[in-house]
């Protein structure tokens, strides 16, 4: 029992650690280039021992915050952490961990044959049914993007006993034990269309950051093939590179 004591408290110490330096990393108080304080200081500070520094140190690097090696002090790389998983997939997930409230109005919930374009994104037949979704997405209850999800029915079939005015997809569909293990994003930008100038209140034609998604099983099959299209000024993106280390993005030519 003393040892699933010590090792609660040490959790909970390294999380604390990692919450106070982010937060100073986030507010300026060590930015990019600037050594953290070392473990010695770290420990002292919060009277606990190497471990939980280390952890939060780890925690810190898998975020893309700092890097740090043998001999040398951990440095600050960026003040943007990375995104979680659930932040990528989920536009409700991402304005939480932004500090916004998420919202949404539903336009249309239709099942229907996929047609070639969703059938080669969804990887099924043109003649094969599946579910799309199409809505307004809110930021702090103004309109900021256009979402149109698209599933091969086997997962849409979850949505369409499901209110979609009142929360996530993604949260519903995890808990109705879809297997969603990993996604590609594809950005680019695109002009508002007459339903995204509707719905968005721009003029047709206005430059919107589209943010096009395969979602993808464990066993490696599609079952999320979708389009949002982000009010210019909603959001951007942040990629922070170290050399040495594979890139998460690559820039492909378009003709």
């Not at 239709?110 to 374009?117: F, I, L, M, N, S």
């Not at 879809?178 to 003029?203: H, Q």
């Not at 066993?219 to 280390?245: C, H, K």
Request: overall charge neutral; proline content about 7%.
């Amino acid at each position: 029992m003393g040892t699933e004591v010590q090792d609660r408290k040490e959790h909970q110490q390294h999380r604390e650690i990692a919450t106070f330096l982010r937060a100073a990393i986030n507010g300026g108080e060590f930015p990019p280039g600037r050594p953290l304080p070392s473990e010695a200081e770290l420990t002292e500070k919060f009277r606990t021992s190497r471990g939980p520094v280390r952890q939060a140190m780890a925690t810190l690097r898998s975020e893309g915050l700092v890097s740090s090696g043998r001999g040398r002090r951990t440095i600050v790389l960026d003040t943007v952490p990375t995104q979680s998983f659930d932040g990528v997939i989920s536009y409700s997930e991402w304005c939480r961990q932004s500090g916004f409230e998420p919202g949404q109005v539903t336009q249309s919930v239709t099942r229907h044959a996929a047609g070639p374009v969703l059938a080669a994104g969804l990887d099924i037949q043109p003649s094969d049914h599946v579910v799309s979704v199409f809505r307004l997405r809110l930021l702090n209850g103004r309109p900021a993007m256009v979402e149109r999800l698209n599933y091969p029915l086997a997962v849409g079939r979850h949505i369409l006993t499901f209110d979609t005015d009142s929360g996530s997809i993604y949260q519903h569909l995890i808990e109705s034990g879809v297997d969603i293990n990993n996604a590609t994003r594809t950005i680019d930008a695109i002009g508002a269309d007459p339903d995204d100038a509707r719905l968005l209140e721009v003029a047709e034609g206005t430059p919107l950051l589209r943010v096009k998604r395969r979602g993808f099983s464990s066993d490696g099959r599609p079952i999320e093939f979708s389009d949002d299209r982000y009010l210019q000024g909603t959001a951007s993106f942040t990629l922070n590179t170290v050399r040495g280390n594979p890139s998460p993005l690559s820039m492909v030519p378009t003709e």
